[in-house]
Every structure is written in structure tokens, then in C-alpha cells.
């Protein structure tokens, strides 16, 4: 919790507290009543839960990057859901279902070998493993190409513009359904 740069978790507690701090994010953008909030509450209890029974999960996998990177799975499956459900949101007018977050579960108790995300080579160089004597598996994705820089801002919107408070009811207003 005291680290001054989030990273990706390598132990369920880091996960843990990441889940919770997406929760948090998620009421204060779009408030505790919204559909996508209650769904990830929903995850965010089933994971408390779940705790223990994916921790005897992880400790049964092989050794080294397989249990390294299960709670980074987990919440990379998870940030796939969700990133996705904004993507879809955004070009909708109309309220879409929140993703079924904790399905994950039921996944990894089935033991089904879909839940997985790919990891990309430069997403496992970032959290460098290689420095801990644990191999870059052959079958990893090359990365993804550069994105490009973010464009300046258009002259229109002004500091004026962007400081007003009904801005971000603009930007979310939708969401809030």
C-alpha cells in the first residue's frame, strides 16, 4: 500500500488492495449507485472470499513465473473487462451491462485455461523479470508497436473551460445511468 509507484502485484494482498483501489476510483467517477460500481463491488468481495482458496491455487502452480504472475493475471483479466466495458460505453447511448467480473473465479476453479491474458514480452521487461532469474517464456506475444504521444490540447478548451466543475459531468455524464 506504501509503495510510491504502483507496479504490478506479485502477491494476492497487492492485489488485493489494487482491487480496492479501482473500487474506490470507480464510486468517486461514477458513484456508489451505478451498475459498473455494484458489479465491482461484487469482485471486490468475492475476492476476499476467494482469498485463501487462490492463494493454494497459486502455490500449486509451477514455480517460478506461473506463480510470480498469477495475482498480475488476474488483474489484467479484470482491467481488460473493464477497459472494455468503457470502450463500449462510450459509443453507446444507451446503459450497457457491467462485465461479469468475477467470472474469473469460476474460471480458475474450473481450471480453465481461458481465463489467462496474454502477457506481452515488454509488459513482462517492465516488471522486470528477467532481473529475478526468472526466464521470458518462447510462446510470450511480441509487444505491441509504440503508442503514439498524446496531441496538445485543442486551443478551444481553455484553463477557464477546463477548471469549470460541470466538465467532468460532461465527460462522465453518461456513464452516470
Given at each position: 500500500v506504501m509503495q510510491s509507484k504502483p507496479g504490478a502485484p506479485?502477491?494476492?494482498?497487492?492485489?488485493?488492495?489494487?482491487?480496492?483501489?479501482?473500487?474506490?476510483?470507480?464510486?468517486v467517477m461514477l458513484g456508489e449507485e451505478?451498475?459498473?460500481?455494484?458489479?465491482?463491488?461484487?469482485?471486490?468481495?468475492?475476492?476476499?472470499?476467494?482469498?485463501a482458496d487462490l492463494h493454494r491455487y497459486q502455490q500449486g502452480l509451477t514455480i517460478g513465473q506461473d506463480q510470480l504472475?498469477?495475482?498480475?493475471?488476474?488483474?489484467?483479466?479484470?482491467?481488460?473487462?473493464l477497459s472494455y466495458w468503457f470502450e463500449q460505453q462510450a459509443h453507446t447511448p444507451a446503459a450497457r451491462m457491467p462485465p461479469k467480473?468475477?467470472?474469473?473465479?469460476?474460471?480458475?476453479?474450473q481450471e480453465l485455461t481461458t481465463w489467462e491474458?496474454?502477457?506481452?514480452?515488454?509488459?513482462?521487461?517492465e516488471l522486470k523479470l528477467d532481473g529475478m532469474g526468472v526466464p521470458v517464456p518462447n510462446n510470450v506475444p511480441p509487444a505491441s508497436p509504440p503508442v503514439a504521444p498524446f496531441a496538445?490540447?485543442?486551443p478551444s478548451?481553455?484553463?477557464?473551460?477546463?477548471?469549470?466543475?460541470?466538465?467532468?459531468?460532461?465527460?462522465?455524464?453518461?456513464?452516470?445511468?
Open positions: 506479485r502477491a494476492l494482498y497487492q492485489a488485493r488492495h489494487q482491487v480496492r483501489r479501482v473500487y474506490i476510483m470507480l464510486v451505478h451498475r459498473l460500481s455494484r458489479a465491482y463491488e461484487k469482485f471486490y468481495h468475492r475476492f476476499l472470499s476467494a482469498e504472475l498469477f495475482p498480475t493475471k488476474v488483474l489484467k483479466r479484470n482491467a481488460i473487462d467480473f468475477d467470472q474469473v473465479f469460476d474460471d480458475i476453479k491474458p496474454q502477457m506481452s514480452i515488454g509488459f513482462l521487461k496538445p490540447r485543442p478548451i481553455d484553463d477557464a473551460t477546463a477548471s469549470n466543475p460541470h466538465f467532468l459531468e460532461g465527460t462522465f455524464g453518461h456513464y452516470r445511468r
